[in-house]
């Protein structure tokens, strides 16, 4: 079951062998009042501790398909319905230490309904959250 906050409490985690790490990965709820076109997300920033992750660096994962940025943008089928999750994989060397980290995240979103000057609209989101694991 997903939790209220966007950003979930399973999912965080370091991504790659134990002894080379690639990054770090954040399981987040569809955060839009209704569902919505992958291609209608314009990115999702993440920020730990601190150091923002532009979303041109991440790869989102829906179910068992990753997209890159660009690959999201023009992505005109897939859709994320209202209670579903997706992961952001951000790719940092070494990912992140063990511990409690404050994790946020900035989801884009673009309205097809909602006058240009009015987008995107962002579900921002912010809690601590820990990496078991290094």
């Known amino acids: 079951m997903l939790e209220?906050?966007?950003i979930q409490s399973t999912g965080f985690r370091n991504v790659g062998p134990v002894?080379?790490?690639t990054g770090f990965e954040v399981r987040l709820r569809q955060a839009n009042y209704r569902s919505s076109r992958l291609s209608l997300i314009?990115?999702?920033?993440?920020?730990?501790d601190g150091?923002?992750?532009?979303a041109e660096?991440?790869?989102?994962?829906?179910g068992?398909?990753?997209y890159t940025h660009a690959e999201m943008a023009a992505?005109?089928?897939a859709r994320l319905y209202v209670g579903d999750h997706f992961t952001v994989i951000v790719p940092k060397p070494g990912g992140l230490a063990a511990g409690v980290h404050l994790v946020a995240s900035a989801i884009r979103y673009r309205h097809p309904y909602f006058p240009?000057?009015?987008?995107?609209?962002i579900a921002r989101n912010e809690r601590h959250a820990t990496i078991v694991m290094r």
Do not use: L
């Open 4 to 6: 209220r906050p966007h």
């Open 19 to 21: 002894e080379a790490r």
């Open 42 to 48: 314009e990115g999702v920033d993440i920020t730990v």
């Open 51 to 54: 150091v923002t992750y532009p």
């Open 57 to 62: 660096q991440s790869r989102i994962r829906v």
């Open 64 to 66: 068992d398909h990753e």
């Open 75 to 77: 992505e005109t089928q």
């Open 116 to 121: 240009p000057e009015h987008q995107p609209a």
